[in-house]
């Protein structure tokens, strides 16, 4: 168990403010901000982020400063994830995280070149909220739990623990009872209605075609309706096969948006259902 977490004084940058709030979601002990002493590096009781020049897990030491030049992208922050084993789900399910890498080890220039964008898109990204985070962070030399901006940092770091364990949970169950039903040019998912029904049922739908590389094919969602007995029926990335206005009049069909892209049905049935979704194609090309 960790009785510290310690952080360089000064500038403070994205990387080690995560890593510390992740670490402080799980531990709930004191963040202080200066630099460590070998009594530091060498106490697996104190987590040592962002600085001191070792990478040595066992011991909670979490720096990247010492790689070398060409070492791939991680910072702090991937170090830290790599040791609670949600390194892997985050590259691929969090996609600020790699930018955030980049940014860290290689800078604004580099970072901006990679993305393809110009170097002035990356200051219009810029969040005021980012900012005085960062900013009153770098000011403070400890920050202890009950504290506002600590409370803060765990808010955050907890969001992203559980972003990523329950989209896990949620991708999981999309794969043990999602169907791909396949037309002439097209792919549908269908997510049935299952007991108890899960919160939020849509959650980790997207996420789950692009793990099956099913996201270019799929135009089209059904799913459990959370706040009915029916079904959701919506475009995936605003494909143009399906119009769902053109179901707005049937009896089961509750709401249909004006634009087309979502339809809400009280339906159960399989066979209508796919009558609805019939009903709703619409020829493309």
């Not at 810029?126 to 400890?142: G, H, Q």
């Not at 770091?157 to 169950?173: E, H």
């Not at 143009?240 to 809400?264: E, L, W």
Request: aromatic share 8%; hydrophobic share 40%; net charge negative.
């Amino acid at each position: 168990m960790l009785s510290l977490i310690l952080t360089h004084p000064g500038s403070s940058h994205k990387d080690e403010l995560l890593a510390c709030s992740l670490l402080a979601a799980v531990h709930r002990v004191p963040i202080v901000r200066r630099e460590p002493t070998p009594e530091d590096l060498a106490d697996p009781a104190t987590a040592v982020v962002d600085v001191g020049g070792q990478h040595d897990p066992a011991l909670n030491n979490f720096d990247h400063h010492q790689f070398p030049a060409d070492h791939p992208p991680v910072c702090s922050l991937s170090l830290v994830l790599q040791h609670l084993g949600l390194y892997e789900d985050a590259r691929q399910f969090c996609d600020w995280l790699e930018p955030a890498e980049w940014f860290d080890t290689r800078g604004p220039n580099v970072t901006a070149q990679w993305l393809g964008v110009d170097r002035t898109a990356m200051n219009k990204l810029s969040s005021p909220i980012d900012i005085t985070i960062l900013r009153r962070f770098a000011k403070a030399k400890s920050l202890t739990p009950g504290e506002p901006l600590y409370e803060i940092l765990t808010y955050i770091g907890q969001d992203l623990l559980d972003y990523l364990r329950d989209l896990r949970a949620r991708l999981d169950f999309v794969a043990q009872n999602a169907e791909i039903w396949t037309f002439a040019d097209h792919e549908v998912l269908y997510l049935p209605r299952t007991e108890p029904i899960p919160e939020e049922p849509s959650a980790g739908i997207t996420r789950y075609l692009e793990s099956i590389g099913k996201s270019t094919t799929t135009v089209a969602l059904i799913y459990p309706d959370g706040r009915g007995t029916g079904y959701g029926l919506s475009r995936h990335n605003d494909a143009p096969h399906y119009d769902f206005t053109r179901i707005s009049t049937q009896p089961d069909v509750h709401f249909a948006h004006a634009r087309g892209f979502v339809a809400k049905t009280s339906a159960s049935d399989l066979a209508r259902i796919k009558e609805l979704l019939a009903l709703a194609f619409a020829q493309v090309g």
